[in-house]
């Protein structure tokens, strides 16, 4: 069975510093992985995915998460954030299982401070 | 393409009764799915389905739950003899799916349900 694991319940930052958001998953098969961001009480925007080909991924916002296989990580970062950037974010992933169905880690929220 | 569409976005229900959502996904989607996020959680995967077909509902919560999409487009999910616990966001989601491929879905705004 997969799981997704988001290591930070909580992670306060000042505005223009970078961040790191730390997603680790576990499977046996072949995954895709994924970003989505969710503000308060909307759903769930994608931010950025991995199916395949090189491991360093970029999104929107200027988003970008390497997945490492070794360390079955899938971290996001960004270079300098904006108090915008505030809200929660989950990390899922995918097998090649039947209808694709996404298992979610239990978020990250992020803090803009100015 | 207007997006993932929900109804209603909020529904307060007293304990007992059944509440009912509607999702109206991404035209050309084939695939339709519902997830619950209780507070301060990510979401939980609850049913599919492609086209009209419900290919999983093992994960319905209780056999108070169903859904339908009778004519592979719109969606309802049912809560029957609501209970206090039910309480939290349902959101649907649509995707282009088959194959090995996963492209990531598109949400909607989500319900929210409050049972007092």
């Known amino acids: 069975a997969q799981s997704v694991t988001q290591l930070d319940s909580q992670v306060p930052v000042f505005e223009e510093a970078p961040v790191e958001l730390r997603c680790n998953y576990s499977?046996?098969?072949?995954?895709?992985l994924f970003w989505y961001v969710q503000y308060p009480n909307q759903g769930l925007q994608l931010l950025l995915k991995?199916?395949?080909?090189?491991?360093l991924v970029k999104g929107i916002n200027g988003f970008e998460a390497e997945f490492n296989k070794s360390q079955t990580s899938f971290h996001l970062r960004k270079p300098s954030v904006h108090i915008s950037d505030t809200a929660e974010y989950f990390c899922?992933?995918?097998?090649?299982?039947?209808?694709?169905?996404?298992?979610f880690g239990g978020g990250t929220r992020l803090m803009v401070k100015p | 393409d207007t997006g993932v569409s929900q109804n209603p976005r909020h529904k307060i229900t007293k304990r007992g009764q059944n509440v009912t959502f509607r999702c109206d996904p991404i035209s050309e989607h084939n695939r339709l799915y519902w997830y619950r996020q209780t507070l301060g959680q990510g979401p939980e995967f609850l049913t599919y389905f492609q086209n009209e077909a419900q290919l999983e509902k093992s994960r319905l919560l209780s056999d108070r739950f169903s859904a339908e999409r009778p004519k592979g487009s719109f969606s309802t999910l049912e809560i029957q003899r609501t209970e206090q616990g039910d309480s939290a966001m349902y959101l649907c989601a649509s995707s282009l799916g088959g194959g090995r491929g996963n492209y990531g879905y598109t949400f909607g705004s989500g319900t929210r349900l409050t049972v007092v």
């Open positions: 899922a992933g995918s097998g090649v299982d039947a209808g694709n169905m996404l298992t």
């Open positions: 991995y199916l395949s080909g090189s491991t």
């Open positions: 499977s046996s098969v072949s995954v895709y």
